[in-house]
């Protein structure tokens, strides 16, 4: 580990490798503010740019915008009370309250160092724990990792926000567009309609690129954004404030458990994590105020300005960073939208995630980690110094910046493919993403069914081949039956909780009027 780490230093301290380092950092910081654009969508941009990088650097170019990103969300959030990224939201709920009242630099110096304290240990937690979960998932056979793949789409499936049967068509329709292409183990053609472009299969940059980049800045283009007409609060330097912190330890602490924890699960993501916390710290926070442990001159109630309400999710937000590589390296499994993204720039440059990673490429692996660590020290040195420029950042000319993102859009399917056929399967895509915003359909059941399918059906039709009992095989081993049963279980209940839910509450209320 030790050795790996120096070589991925050598690398990385190099004047080329700093220069990706700080730009992928502040690019990252800077676009992860503007409302509409995320980590996620920059990586995406950027991928066909990469092509001829060394991987090593393309890494962590990306993983500094990935970081830059998290951490960058909060800025729109406080300032203007629009979240830069999804998993901000939370955090204009006290943030923004706190700016209107005329102190932006409490918030975001709080936030600042949330940041921080989240991201870092995460990323020693997944250094301490992925060679573990790696050296158990190399014993798995074509059972478990079937059922380990079944869980995993079955878990995002169950918990997607809204509707769990809108989660199963996008996990259908993303089973389909896998199937595009020659059949594992056997090679036969399917769905190619005699075309000579879809033998190999669609083209996941190119699918990422309309469904990810392309439908949300389109939307976001139609919808316009008053960012930069709201963009006037003044802001002073950073200023630490010693005593939010000494009375907030607990909440960081039980803040960072519960979004590395949920990271760590698939489809679950910061935007659980950063709600949960935060609804966690509130009734805490409650509690105490009624218990008088809270003097009433020293009480703020969440939602209007409380600092421990910025504190909680931002802390939630970012140890997610940890927890969502920890499946992705040890088991080829994103934890994230972002980390399915960045699954697929690792695939491109011919890296691919799993257990077998640690073993055949450790230095990628550490410099993974050691990427993040040096892109959060940038990021807290970059947020710390230009506080008083963040009103600035978001002053962007929308009507240049989405046109100019959209050409990139094309241009970059162009490159991918090498072919117009290429560009207009990204159009399709985001034409499909488009359909999928307005009747409220998940992506992201979409976008792990089409990655996880190929897993899945090969290790599928492995373990049929090596069985003895057939089906009966994949129950009868106790990690791929546990495996089985969990997702199972997870898409289950969440199909049939509403109801009962409803029923029980109706029960209740008869009783009440009675």
């Not at 316009?224 to 602490?253: C, P, W």
């Not at 390296?329 to 699954?343: D, E, H, K, S, W």
């Not at 978001?394 to 959209?406: D, G, R, S």
Request: aromatic residues 10%; proline residues 5%.
């Amino acid at each position: 580990m030790a050795e790996a780490i120096m070589n991925t230093l050598q690398t990385l301290a190099t004047p080329t490798g700093l220069l990706y380092m700080i730009g992928g950092s502040l690019i990252g910081v800077i676009l992860g503010a503007i409302p509409g654009l995320g980590g996620g969508t920059i990586t995406i941009l950027l991928l066909p740019m990469t092509y001829r990088m060394d991987p090593t650097l393309a890494l962590a170019l990306f993983m500094a915008i990935y970081v830059g990103s998290t951490s960058g969300g909060c800025i729109g959030s406080i300032l203007l009370g629009i979240p830069g990224t999804n998993s901000s939201i939370v955090t204009c709920w006290d943030g923004y309250p706190l700016t209107r009242k005329g102190d932006p630099v409490r918030p975001l110096s709080a936030a600042v160092v949330s940041n921080f304290i989240g991201t870092v240990p995460s990323l020693i937690l997944a250094v301490i724990l992925c060679p573990y979960l790696a050296q158990w998932a190399v014993k798995l056979g074509p059972w478990e990792y079937f059922a380990l793949c079944y869980c995993a789409i079955a878990m995002v499936i169950g918990l997607s926000k809204g509707n769990v049967v809108k989660g199963l068509i996008a996990c259908g329709m993303g089973i389909l567009a896998a199937c595009v292409g020659s059949a594992p183990l056997c090679g036969t053609l399917r769905f190619t309609f005699d075309s000579m472009y879809l033998i190999s299969g669609l083209n996941i940059v190119n699918l990422m690129m309309g469904m990810f980049a392309g439908r949300t800045i389109l939307m976001e283009y139609t919808k316009g954004s008053k960012a930069s007409e709201s963009a006037n609060v003044k802001v002073r330097g950073f200023k630490l404030h010693i005593k939010d912190y000494t009375q907030n330890i607990g909440n960081m602490l039980r803040s960072f458990i519960m979004g590395a924890f949920i990271g760590f699960l698939p489809g679950l993501g910061a935007n659980t994590s950063t709600v949960l916390a935060y609804a966690n710290e509130k009734n805490i926070a409650e509690k105490k105020h009624k218990q008088g442990k809270i003097k009433d001159e020293d009480w703020v109630p969440y939602g209007e300005g409380n600092i421990g309400g910025v504190i909680a999710p931002e802390t939630a937000n970012n140890a997610g960073i940890g927890g969502a590589m920890i499946p992705m390296i040890a088991l080829g499994i994103p934890g994230n939208g972002v980390m399915t993204i960045f699954m697929t720039a690792m695939t491109v440059h011919g890296i691919n995630a799993g257990p077998l990673l640690l073993k055949t490429n450790p230095e990628v692996v550490y410099m993974l980690y050691t990427a993040a660590i040096i892109a959060a020290i940038i990021i807290l040195v970059f947020e710390v110094v230009g506080m008083p420029i963040f009103p600035a950042m978001l002053k962007c000319p929308y009507h240049f910046l989405y046109p100019a993102i959209i050409i990139i859009c094309i241009l970059g399917s162009y490159i991918s493919g090498g072919n117009l056929f290429s560009v207009g399967v990204a159009l399709a895509t985001c034409a499909l993403g488009i359909f999928f915003a307005y009747f409220q359909i998940p992506q992201m059941p979409f976008i792990l069914a089409f990655i996880l399918c190929g897993l899945l059906e090969k290790n599928f039709r492995s373990g049929m081949n090596m069985a003895t009992n057939g089906l009966l095989s994949f129950f009868t081993k106790p990690f791929s039956c546990i495996f089985i049963i969990l997702g199972t279980v997870v898409l289950f209940s969440n199909i049939f909780m509403p109801t009962i839910q409803k029923k029980l509450e109706e029960k209740k209320a008869a009783k009440q009027a009675a």
